[in-house]
């Protein structure tokens, strides 16, 4: 699934892309309410985590201005208010479930597959990722161009999968450094650079067009024009 994370704890929220990511999921994160709500408008997602207590603005008014715009992306709400009355205006702000901090992984987990398939959305849905000739199989992990098929590391096939999720889009170092590598800041190293070249060499190499493209001093872009 494609999952938009609201969550203001950086501890609790690197605990979850790293969970959610080793599921397969792609997550965008932001860290209060305002860019939250940004990127619920602007984005598409099967389900949002959204925390009750954010800076900026509160997670249940996010909720309250989803809905009042018409989005009806499936929300998880988490908050250490766990009486029933915080659960009762979780849910009337726009909720669709609310998860009383701490709580179990596994229970999350659990709950964000309902709010999937509710959504028609399963969590690690049998189907492929396409751009142009190039494909990944989300169960196998097989990746094939124009019916070649190409060996990918772990790391690559999670950059990959990232990318093809994000084709057509700019996707910038800072998104990669969070999504595919779970880091928070910038090592100052070329990790990035080496991983993009090598998967560059793969899935383009031997090919008439390019699909990974570098917009330099911007970040990259997987599709067939640049």
């Known amino acids: 699934m494609h999952i938009l994370l609201i969550e203001d704890d950086r501890q609790a929220a690197a605990y979850l892309l790293k969970g959610l990511g080793e599921g397969g999921h792609v997550v965008d994160h932001a860290a209060d309410g305002e860019d939250g709500l940004h990127l619920a408008l602007t984005g598409e997602y099967d389900v949002l985590i959204v925390d009750r207590m954010l800076p900026r603005r509160d997670g249940l008014a996010v ?3 989803l809905r009042a715009d018409g ?11 766990g009486e029933v009355d915080d659960r009762v205006q979780g849910l009337r702000a726009g909720g669709d479930d609310y998860l009383v901090k701490p709580y179990a992984f596994s229970e999350l987990l659990a709950r964000l597959e309902a709010l999937g398939r509710r959504r028609g959305a399963a969590p690690d849905a049998p189907g492929n990722l396409r751009v142009a000739d190039l494909e990944l199989d989300l169960l196998s992990h097989r990746v094939t161009r124009a019916g070649r098929s190409l060996r990918l590391q772990p790391r690559e096939l999670r950059l990959l999968e990232y990318l093809m999720r994000h084709a057509g889009q700019v996707v910038t170092r800072t998104m990669l450094l969070e999504q595919v590598w779970d880091l928070h800041f910038d090592p100052q190293t070329n990790v990035i650079d080496t991983q993009i070249s090598r998967l560059r060499s793969k899935i383009d190499r031997g090919f008439d067009r390019p699909l990974l493209h570098t917009l330099r001093g911007v970040g990259y ?4 024009s640049p």
């Open 63 to 65: 909720v309250r201005m």
């Open 221 to 224: 872009k997987l599709d067939e």
């Open 71 to 81: 989005r009806d992306t499936p929300v998880l709400v988490l908050s250490a208010l």
